[in-house]
């Protein structure tokens, strides 16, 4: 899975180079890139990891990354969805090395569950955290790309590299369990 | 739940808020059944009014104090504010230099050649697998002397930087030291809070770190030891703890990049 996020963020590398060819656009420099997309990229981390100690570390680490292949670069405007595919392939790689979560935490008690969020229910940002952490990779990396990147599910699938199929499932899954979690989240909270 | 009723869940699941995914011929089914039904519009509705709020949610992460400089002076520390690698250019090469050329890069190669089967990989070119590689070999105590001690200490480009990721609670004792390609590599052994097999924590000043990442990466796991390697401002860092990779992450502080 590693190798394939690599992989792709390396052919978006690709694909972004024949418009600015022709343009003859400026070169991006590793600093502009930094200040134009660094919040972005440190708010998509911080969705992955849930932690800022973490997002800090895998932003440096897809900024290093970035550097080293900046020539490659020569769209400016799609240097975001580049970035956000290496940022992937940090996390991805930075979860093979940790020790798996216990299986307590992934406990749902159905039965605190109401039945649907409401029109109006104001997300909490850090309830959402909470409920993130608690999902696994697979369904967190499906709802970071279509939330956070709003990306549809046959890019999704792209970005995956898995089948459309298995995205739409997954996707669905991940949407449902997110909610249930949120709102048995929000329940507990109006209890206490 | 038939078929048809799953299929159109997922179809709702996958339209974006915001986007007219509606109008796309794959989620034509669902268009058409919105059309008919009430209920599933209503359904519908309620998906992308959630789906919304959720996506705000997302993006409201509140940005560290000082994100961006840390950013900037964390590729600087780590040797990233070299020029980044020009595009390729074409180059016409004429013919009469071609012979020249072609002796050139022979004689380079050879001399290449000659150089890392005699010498090895100098130490400003190793790779982090290949840094825990010869770090994993420095662990061995070689009778150093006290006067040798105080010499290393008095060195503040090997004592000033003790790297910020160690195993909690361990206490640092020197060990050891090799040479390696015009620089001292220490090694010190680490007392940690298990008191279990020993662990190593080895600077070497000096080095390039292109390919390092700034927090420990686990190379080496197999062979009853786990050595991982890292890049702070001007040394490499490996840390070398004998035992099972478990033993490796009771000692090292786990956080995902850690």
């Known amino acids: ?148 990147e709003q990306l549809s599910y046959k890019e999704i699938a792209e970005q995956l590299d898995v089948a459309i199929g298995t995205v739409m499932s997954r996707l669905a899954r991940a949407k449902s369990n997110l909610r249930a979690r949120l709102l048995a989240k929000i329940a507990a909270d109006a209890v206490q | 739940m038939n078929d048809e009723h799953e299929h159109l869940r997922e179809l709702i699941e996958a339209c974006r808020p915001g986007h007219d995914d509606l109008a796309s011929p794959e989620f034509g089914l669902l268009a058409e059944r919105l059309d008919g039904d009430e209920r599933l519009r209503e359904q519908f509705e309620l998906s992308q009014q959630v789906d919304q709020a959720i996506t705000t949610a997302f993006h409201d992460v509140a940005i560290p104090r000082g994100l961006a400089d840390r950013l900037l002076d964390g590729l600087t520390d780590l040797g990233a504010d070299e020029a980044p690698k020009a595009k390729s250019t074409p180059v016409v090469i004429r013919r009469r230099w071609l012979p020249w050329m072609a002796s050139t890069v022979g004689i380079s190669c050879v001399a290449a050649a000659i150089y890392f089967f005699l010498l090895g990989v100098h130490p400003d070119l190793w790779t982090p697998t290949q840094f825990a590689q010869n770090a994993s070999k420095w662990t061995q105590p070689d009778g150093i002397s006290a006067d040798a001690w105080r010499n290393l200490n008095s060195d503040s480009s090997v004592r000033a930087q003790f790297p910020p990721r160690l195993p909690s609670k361990a206490e640092l004792v020197p060990h050891t030291w090799q040479r390696a390609g015009g620089s001292t590599a220490v090694c010190y052994r680490l007392r940690t809070a298990d008191n279990g097999e020993p662990a190593y924590l080895i600077v070497l000043p000096g080095r390039g770190s292109k390919g390092f990442l700034a927090a420990p990466e686990l190379i080496i796991r197999t062979g009853g030891r786990c050595v991982a390697v890292w890049a702070g401002k001007n040394h490499l860092y490996a840390l070398v703890i004998e035992g099972t990779e478990n033993r490796y992450w009771r000692l090292v502080p786990s956080s995902p990049t850690a």
């Not at chain 1, 932003?59 to 080293?68: I, K, N, P, V």
């Not at chain 1, 996390?91 to 569950?113: F, G, M, Q």
């Not at chain 1, 649907?116 to 850090?126: Q, S, V």
């Open chain 1, 1 to 148: 899975m590693v190798d394939r996020a690599e992989s792709t963020a390396d052919s978006q590398m690709e694909s972004t180079r024949p418009a600015n060819d022709q343009a003859g656009d400026a070169p991006l420099e590793i600093r502009q890139l930094v200040l134009d997309h660094y919040q972005a990229v440190y708010r998509y981390a911080f969705r992955l990891t849930g932690s800022q100690a973490d997002a800090e570390d895998i932003t440096q680490q897809a900024f290093l990354l970035a550097h080293r292949k900046l020539h490659q670069i020569r769209d400016a405007n799609k240097a975001s969805g580049w970035l956000f595919a290496v940022l992937r392939s940090c996390y991805l790689k930075s979860i093979r090395r940790r020790r798996p979560t216990p299986a307590a935490n992934l406990e749902l008690n159905v039965d605190d569950i109401p039945d649907r969020l409401d029109r109006g229910e104001e997300i909490d940002r850090e309830r959402l955290q909470q409920v993130l952490d608690e999902l696994t990779d697979d369904a967190k990396l499906v709802l970071v790309l279509f939330y956070f």
